[in-house]
């Protein structure tokens, strides 16, 4: 009976195991669509599909998400991350890919196809053979082409570093052509055996593979120059600090190098000695806090580079929504590495008017065509500020050089105008890399208009206005797409002042309230030494803001920002929604079961003023009566 159960048990194992695997081939093998799924047929995804709602999975509660020409399924648990919110750095991040392997392969005499580009150069051969009556051209005048889809020998090698579900790397291999592998790592093998599942969902098996590591590990496993990659991307879940010493290694010479950093608490000046223990640069606070993080990354990872004599030129540092992420190609030059001193520089910032100066660590002197480098001379303020009095706060160092190449970021730009319909974000990506394009860039950082105004109480001027006024003076002025209010010019901080002593004149504070103290008493009372002229000029618009384009993109959707981290065992959705439910919020509208009852015992400030329209609803005592102070004992009371 024994051996019988035995056989019986191990019949019924075989049994559920042959389920198991007719189940999965029928899921996903090629040709075969996923149950609950009703996603747009491949072709049409090819030539710029848009994302769908997730959609629960026929079983074991999966969830089918497609994204561009993608499509993943998805653990409903918080076992694998995934945000959706970041469709637009995937997107642009395709697009930035793309016209690197186009730059690439063009020097290797090979073209790329994209879907849904029109073919404007085969089109223009064709009509001039046609006018010497010959219509198909001489096979070897015919280019070396790359299709999306096909591997190219002489193509790309891509690292995505920490794949997760795979999405990212499935999009390079569906979206981008000129392609030669694409490896998916990840070092949870949660993740890895669903990024296996992934790409047989997606028939890109032949270009993607995954992998169980370390990131780190990995990449230092590829620092000969025959293993390199040519495209290492990052995307951490927080900050990828701990990655950047091997992604300069790994990557190939002139490899592109994508970093993604989400932990900009930390970058924005709340945790300054956090900040220089992952990136070796103190971070302050400031309204240009998002370009000084960019900033701040592209520092470490030249200052990382430079200890094997490697350097970074920067290609597209972009600020947007939650996280940064920057761009950067990667070069070996002894000559090159030692100007970086004179790239990194220090900020001084006042603490009262915010009015910043930058100081170069380093300089570099051409004398004859011989440069020398030497220490830089400072610092550029005194002990107190000479508009307000008040001290300086110092941060950095920081990369002081253009955070953009304006030529490659036009190339992108083109391609995406050219062919509008590849992405679901194609409004966002114009409109930012507009604004990029517009942005001055040899100018680091920026004012903001509510800085200005608030710091002498006056009213906010206008955009055009102030952007008026600068030009009027003689000086350049952009905005950023860091910050929708942001003022980037190169006027010294003293006209600076001057032209809103001008403003306040027109629009005048009550100096009798100022305290002698303060930044806005010790500004205004120094009369302005030139007169600013507010009338709008016709170039104080911008051509991105005259022609509407999405440059800054509203919530897209409610609790949305930073997901949880992905943990072993995985966390239900709806748990986590209803977690950050509970926490929202928390300290402005207080529920019963916090303690607000607790709150009657204290009287109300605005009752006693007669000022609280609230009634029987305010969580404070409208009692009349003094709280009740039970008298000290006396000594002779005591026992």
């Known amino acids: 009976m024994l051996v019988r159960a035995a056989v019986w048990l191990q019949l019924d194992i075989r049994s559920i195991l042959n389920h198991f695997r007719s189940f999965c081939q029928a899921h996903f093998m090629e040709g075969t669509k996923v149950p609950a799924c009703k996603g747009p047929a491949t072709a049409d995804m090819e030539n710029g599909a848009h994302s769908e709602q997730p959609q629960p999975g026929a079983e074991h509660g999966e969830t089918v998400i497609s994204e561009g020409a993608a499509r993943i399924v998805f653990p409903n648990s918080n076992e694998v991350f995934y945000n959706p919110v970041q469709e637009f750095n995937r997107d642009l991040t395709c697009a930035v890919v793309t016209e690197f392997a186009r730059i690439q392969l063009l020097s290797k005499g090979i073209q790329i196809e994209v879907p849904g580009e029109e073919k404007l150069q085969k089109v223009v051969v064709n009509l001039a053979e046609s006018e010497k009556g010959s219509i198909e051209p001489r096979p070897r005048d015919q280019p070396q082409t790359a299709a999306v889809g096909n591997i190219c020998e002489e193509g790309l090698y891509v690292l995505e570093g920490l794949a997760a579900s795979g999405l990212r790397s499935i999009r390079f291999a569906k979206e981008v052509p000129g392609l030669r592998a694409v490896i998916a790592n990840d070092a949870s093998a949660r993740a890895v055996d669903l990024i296996r599942c992934n790409i047989q969902l997606n ?44 992604a300069v290694q790994a990557v190939s010479e002139g490899g592109l190098l994508c970093v993604t950093c989400t932990d900009m608490a930390v970058m924005a000046g709340n945790s300054s000695e956090t900040c220089y223990s992952k990136y070796g640069a103190m971070s302050i606070k400031s309204k240009a806090c998002h370009e000084m993080a960019l900033r701040i990354v592209l520092h470490s990872l030249d200052l990382r ?199 306040e004149k027109e629009n005048p504070v009550k100096r009798e309230r100022l305290s002698e103290t303060s930044p806005a008493f010790h500004i205004l009372k120094v009369e302005p030494r030139l007169q600013a002229n507010f009338s709008i000029r016709d170039d104080a618009n911008p051509s991105s803001r005259q022609q509407g384009l999405q440059r800054f993109q509203a919530n897209p959707e409610a609790n949305w920002g930073p997901k949880a981290r992905a943990r072993s065992g995985g966390t239900a959705p709806f748990e986590l929604a209803e977690k950050r439910r509970q926490l929202q919020n928390k300290r402005k509208e207080p529920s019963k079961d916090q303690g607000t009852d607790k709150l009657k015992a204290f009287p109300c400030k605005k009752f006693k003023q007669g000022t609280c329209l609230l009634g029987n609803e305010c969580c404070y005592s409208h009692s009349s009566e003094e709280p009740l102070i039970p008298p000290e004992p006396s000594p002779s009371s005591l026992p």
């Open 203 to 246: 028939n890109v098996s032949h270009l993607v593979q995954p992998n169980l590591a370390d990131a780190r590990l990995l990449m230092y496993e590829h620092q000969r120059g025959s293993q390199r990659f040519d495209v290492i991307d990052l995307d951490p879940y927080g900050s990828p600090a701990t990655f950047l010493d091997a």
């Open 305 to 503: 580079a430079n200890c094997y004599q490697r350097y970074i030129v920067p290609l597209l540092s972009i600020s947007a929504d939650f996280y940064i992420r920057v761009f950067v190609r990667v070069y070996t030059g002894q000559a090159k590495v030692k100007a970086s001193a004179s790239k990194q520089g220090f900020v001084f910032q006042c603490v009262g008017c915010s009015s910043f100066h930058l100081q170069r660590l380093g300089k570099a002197v051409n004398n004859g065509g011989r440069v020398k480098f030497s220490a830089a001379t400072g610092p550029p303020v005194g002990s107190e500020c000479e508009h307000c009095g008040q001290r300086h706060q110092l941060g950095g160092p920081l990369w002081a050089e253009p955070i953009h190449d304006l030529d490659f970021v036009g190339q992108v730009l083109t391609a995406v105008n050219r062919n509008p319909g590849r992405f679901r974000t194609s409004a966002r990506i114009r409109g930012v890399l507009s604004m990029v394009t517009e942005e001055l860039p040899d100018v680091p950082l920026y004012y903001t208009l509510d800085q200005l105004s608030s710091t002498i109480h006056c009213n906010t001027p206008s955009l055009l206005q102030l952007r008026s006024a600068l030009l009027h003076a003689g000086y350049r002025v952009s905005l950023s797409h860091a910050c929708k209010n942001a003022v980037k010019t190169d006027v010294p901080p003293s006209v600076l002042w001057d032209i809103m002593r001008c403003w």
